[in-house]
């Protein structure tokens, strides 16, 4: 589960997270569409992953395309990377918050204008 004073940070603005996490799976690549990682080491571990597994597997020719930074989405933010909140005390994760609110708002645009 989501850390503690994540999920109090979030249900503060009416989001209650009850998600929980979990490793990333070869299948997700031919699953998803899209992959977020949240910083570059995120991403960089994805493109790791995804590197062993394709020699062992089918994949899309461009598999490696739908793993994207989050941040790419921001409009409103100049961030590049969404910062781990653990040791910035409560602002840390309304940083978070608010950056993940602008990207999920941009994302949500960029599909529905695909559809």
């Known amino acids: 589960m989501a850390d503690p004073r ?3 940070a979030a249900k503060r603005r009416g989001v ?3 998600s929980l996490s979990r490793p990333i799976k ?3 690549f031919r699953e998803f569409d899209l992959i977020l990682a949240m910083d570059e080491q995120n991403k960089e571990d994805i493109l790791n992953a995804f590197n062993v597994w394709k020699a062992r597997g089918n994949f899309p020719p461009d598999a490696d ?5 989050m941040c790419s989405y921001c409009k409103k933010h100049n961030d590049k990377v969404v910062p781990d909140p653990y040791y910035g005390g409560a602002q840390g994760f ?9 990207a999920c708002e941009s ?5 529905t ?3």
């Open 6 to 8: 994540m999920r109090s």
């Open 16 to 18: 209650e997270i009850t």
């Open 26 to 28: 070869a299948s997700d």
């Open 65 to 69: 395309k739908k793993v994207k930074l």
């Open 94 to 102: 309304e940083k978070v918050l608010d950056l993940l609110e602008d």
């Open 107 to 111: 994302l949500l645009d960029s599909i």
């Open 113 to 115: 204008a695909e559809n």
